[in-house]
């Protein structure tokens, strides 16, 4: 049986570990819900959320930051240096600390999610982006990849993450947020050009994936 990765049908948290079954070349059963599936689902879940990826023997495996390592493993995309791997992994924290400043968010009214996140963009979100970009910048200087010269996870959440906050869905974010940060923009833009990446989004690029094809 095929590893099963349980989660809502949109990119959100189970995005990162879908590209990188993809690049990997694994097959993998990508599982979708929406909230009224996801009710009956809910209880088979060690901690009461998804994404879980489900092993051939049936046990489940929560939270995206280790299904994300294992899946990266599986696809020889976590780097096997002890020191690259942390510099890989303190990106991904990075943009954690990032994604989880507008967690507030996502339950507010309209115009209040419009303000919020206005005001998030303005004040931390925009000193974690500059972050970012230096971090970024100097990676790229160092062998155009966030740890080992090559292509990892890191890369991938960059990725994700990038285009994901500027999705369509994303209520009060400009479109052209990446334009006031050039470093990520190039950035971004590279990785989805990963040939395997690039074809993912030719067939799933729609909607809240709108965002995550290469710019025009
Ligand atoms: N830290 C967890 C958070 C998981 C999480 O917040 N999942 C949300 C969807 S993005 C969920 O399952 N919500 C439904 C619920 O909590 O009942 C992870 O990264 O996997």
Do not use: C
Not at 97 to 105: E, I
Not at 115 to 121: P, S, V
Not at 205 to 211: F, K, L, N, Y
Request: aromatic share 12%; glycine share 10%; no cysteine.
């Amino acid at each position: 049986m095929a590893l099963r990765l349980h989660y809502f049908a949109g990119p959100g948290r189970a995005e990162v570990s879908r590209l990188l079954f993809t690049i990997g070349g694994i097959p993998f059963e990508d599982v979708g819900y929406s909230w009224e599936t996801f009710a009956e689902f809910k209880p088979k879940t060690p901690f009461g959320q998804v994404p879980v990826l489900e092993l051939p023997d049936g046990k489940m495996l929560a939270q995206s930051g280790a299904i994300d390592r294992y899946v990266a493993k599986l696809a020889g995309l976590y780097p096997e240096d002890p020191l690259q791997a942390a510099l890989a992994d303190q990106v991904v924290f990075q943009l954690n600390d990032f994604m989880d400043l507008f967690t507030p968010t996502w339950t507010m009214e309209k115009d209040a999610k419009i303000k919020a996140r206005q005001e998030i963009l303005a004040g931390k979100g925009k000193e974690k982006l500059q972050a970012l970009a230096k971090v970024l910048e100097a990676a790229e200087a160092e062998g155009g990849y966030v740890a080992g010269g090559k292509l990892s996870f890191a890369d991938v959440a960059v990725f994700v993450n990038l285009s994901g906050i500027t999705s369509p869905i994303m209520d009060g974010i400009p479109a052209g947020l990446l334009d006031e940060y050039p470093v990520l923009k190039a950035f971004r833009n590279k990785i989805a050009k990963v040939p395997a990446i690039k074809a993912y989004y030719e067939k799933y690029g729609e909607g809240p994936r709108a965002s995550f094809q290469p710019d025009p």
